[in-house]
């Protein structure tokens, strides 16, 4: 992973303190909230339901186990023992006390980590694929590109008060696991006529109240240039995108209000003046970026036979490392996700203890590194086939080996309206009670990789939008009910789900859910997932189960 060098850690540094004399003229009523709102988002820290919430970058999901264990040690002593990973591949904790917010933010300079950009109307955390550098369908690996979109973006002056905030994903790979398509600026890695390397850009994607799919911008742009192209595509957002109006102010509005076609004019008259202002990216810089993300030593020797043996012989670790690890592209080698989706656990919650131990495990079995994904779990990149039993038998013993990668189970939920001062309903409850009525994991499995996705909001944190069956929480006159959605999908190709009827009372979800997956299985083709069934027969049969005489 990147290691930061004397200027980072200088800025980061200098920033703690600066927010700490912040804080201190705050609480001292130097400053009034309005003065001091915009200086606690620009670090990370948001005032919730009940109490602050600090969000804590994880720069393209990547943690060592030293960061790891510092995060144990925040849950513990400045929160309730736990944190939140996200779909940003952040880390929010829930409970911290304002006063000692600066002190969470020194602990973290400690170990190169802040919170600098993941709120606020800027770039926030650059977003990547958690299976960079090590899948077997990349093109190339994105991470160099991520770190320095990073450090181009970190405290730009342009940028620090866009209209509205603002999200890249990076892709380097043929499959789509980083949802580039829902982004405000997607980047896929691919190669030119002439075999070079190069981005095909999309823009103006997004979800929250009105959810669109990116546009091809750019087909090809050679990796050099990216740094100018992003900035003229930021500079024509900023002084066109609406301020007017925040519902109205992502840059998806502007590309929809101007269409692709004038937009990219623009973008492409703003990039003659960029082009001559920021530099193509230097040949040696990137190299000694990428010098960071070299392979690990991975061992020459993997004893493939005791592996095979164990799958023979346990049938509950067989069923795990089908579900739970993935194809490497080196051989002898497995990717692991840790499930943060244990069915008593709100997903994406992992406890200090957890967290202290897998930072254990990261170290022994998986040259001390940890990946944040998409879906709010976590990833062991690097494990040898050999280490597999020995690894699950840990995870086990911690709540973190439940083997529900790839199933219904596998639920992006939001905080929702325990926590947050936005939601309209709750989600952790939701998702609890769609766990107690799919507890079978047999069927789970059979039934294929379904997808939900809750949101508590129309703000769309849940991603909803994009879920096989998307739940989003509304209120109605004080009484918490839930549209559902069917169809979206991140995967392959992004889809928008669309709408089944009228909403259902909260007691109601799992069991439309139940109904949902009825039509799903009597109907499905062969090898058909749930989005493609869906565009094939309609809603209207799915509408037609929910809404019967004995349905909600």
Not at 62 to 68: D, F, H, P, R
Not at 264 to 275: H, L
Not at 424 to 442: K, P, Y
Request: with cysteine; charged share 25%.
């Amino acid at each position: 992973m990147y290691q930061y060098d004397a200027f980072d850690r200088q800025l980061v540094h200098e920033r703690v303190a600066e927010f700490r004399e912040q804080t201190a003229r705050y609480l001292a009523g130097e400053l009034g909230e309005e003065e001091f709102k915009p200086l606690r988002l620009m670090n990370g820290l948001y005032i919730q339901r009940f109490a602050p919430m600090l969000r804590v970058a994880i720069p393209y999901g990547i943690l060592s186990s030293k960061q790891l264990r510092m995060l144990a040690s925040i849950a513990e002593r400045h929160d309730r023992g736990y944190g939140h990973f996200t779909t940003r591949q952040n880390i929010q904790f829930n409970w911290p006390a304002l006063e000692r917010v600066p002190d969470i933010l020194a602990d973290l300079a400690s170990v190169d980590m802040h919170a600098i950009q993941t709120s606020g109307n800027c770039i926030r955390n650059i977003t990547c694929d958690h299976l960079a550098g090590v899948a077997p369908d990349e093109i190339a690996d994105p991470r160099p590109y991520c770190e320095l979109l990073r450090q181009w973006s970190t405290l730009h002056p342009e940028f620090a008060y866009l209209p509205r905030k603002f999200k890249i994903a990076v892709t380097g790979a043929l499959r789509d696991r980083a949802v580039t398509e829902a982004h405000d600026i997607g980047l896929r890695l691919v190669e030119g006529d002439a075999g070079e390397l190069g981005f095909e850009v999309l823009v103006g994607g997004g979800m929250g109240r009105t959810p669109v799919i990116g546009k091809v911008l750019r087909a090809f742009l050679p990796h050099r240039d990216l740094l100018s192209y992003l900035q003229a595509i930021m500079r024509v957002y900023n002084l066109e995108g609406r301020r007017d109006n925040k519902y109205k102010a992502r840059i998806k509005i502007l590309v929809n209000a101007l269409g692709i076609e004038e937009f990219r004019r623009r973008v492409e008259v703003e990039w003659q003046v960029t082009r001559q202002h920021v530099a193509p990216l230097d040949r040696r810089e990137l190299e000694e970026v990428r010098a960071h993300f070299e392979p690990p030593p991975y061992r020459s020797r993997v004893d493939s036979r005791s592996h095979e043996a164990r799958l023979a012989a346990d049938p509950e670790f067989a069923r795990w490392v089908r579900s739970n690890t993935v194809p490497h592209r080196q051989f002898g080698y497995r990717a692991v996700f840790v499930s943060l989706k244990a069915p008593e656990s709100p997903p994406g919650d992992m406890t200090s203890r957890q967290m202290r131990e897998l930072a254990f495990l990261a170290n022994r079995f998986s040259f001390g590194l940890i990946r944040a994904s998409h879906d709010q779990n976590l990833l062991l990149a690097d494990v040898a086939l050999d280490d597999l039993y020995a690894l699950w038998v840990q995870l086990d013993c911690i709540d973190l080996a439940t083997p529900n990668i790839g199933t219904l189970a596998n639920m992006i939920c939001c905080p929702g309206l325990d926590f947050c001062g936005l939601a309209n309903a709750e989600s952790i409850s939701v998702a609890r009670q769609i766990n107690e009525l799919f507890d079978d994991m047999d069927y789970l499995h059979d039934l294929g990789d379904v997808r939900i996705k809750i949101s508590g909001c129309m703000n769309a944190c849940g991603h909803h939008h994009v879920g096989h069956i998307g739940v989003l929480g509304v209120d109605k006159k004080g009484e918490e009910w839930y549209q559902i959605t069917i169809g979206g999908s991140a995967e392959e190709r992004t889809r928008l789900g669309r709408k089944l009827g009228p909403a259902v009372p909260k007691a109601e979800v799992a069991r439309t859910v139940a109904r949902l997956l009825d039509v799903y299985v009597a109907r499905r083709e062969s090898d058909e997932n749930f989005p493609d069934a869906v565009e094939r027969i309609g809603v209207a049969p799915f509408r037609e189960r929910v809404y019967a005489g004995d349905g909600p």
